[in-house]
């Protein structure tokens, strides 16, 4: 999540980001993750940061997040405990993708 993301548009930003566990580490992940709840919603700009799991794949996860201004969102990649958690689950996860959003509807 450490890439800064450019829209044409400087409005609410939203990002779905997936995070799939590697076997055997489904709950060292969610626990990872759960971890990150609290220092992000305190995070400038934050409106939304939500974790879901996967109804058939406990080891799928979701983070539903909705940001001010797409600055915020680009902080919000590189603040020190997305870097953290990166560096913890560095080995645990079969694959992790971020897709930020804008809405058009």
């Known amino acids: ?7 044409a548009d400087n409005g ?11 076997p055997g580490f489904e709950a060292r992940v969610r626990k990872a993750l759960e ?7 305190a995070e400038q700009g934050c409106l939304q940061y ?7 794949n406990d080891g799928r996860f979701a983070f539903v997040e909705r940001w001010t201004n797409l600055e915020d969102f680009n902080a919000h990649c590189v603040a ?5 958690y990166l560096e913890l689950t ?13 809405r058009i509807g």
């Open 1 to 7: 999540m450490s890439q800064n993301i450019t829209l």
């Open 12 to 22: 609410e930003v939203a990002c779905v980001a997936i995070t799939v566990a590697k």
């Open 35 to 41: 971890d990150l709840i609290d220092p992000v919603r």
């Open 50 to 56: 939500d974790l879901h799991v996967d109804l058939d």
């Open 80 to 84: 020190p405990h997305i870097n953290d």
């Open 90 to 102: 560095n080995g645990w996860l079969a694959d992790a993708q971020h897709f930020p959003m804008r």
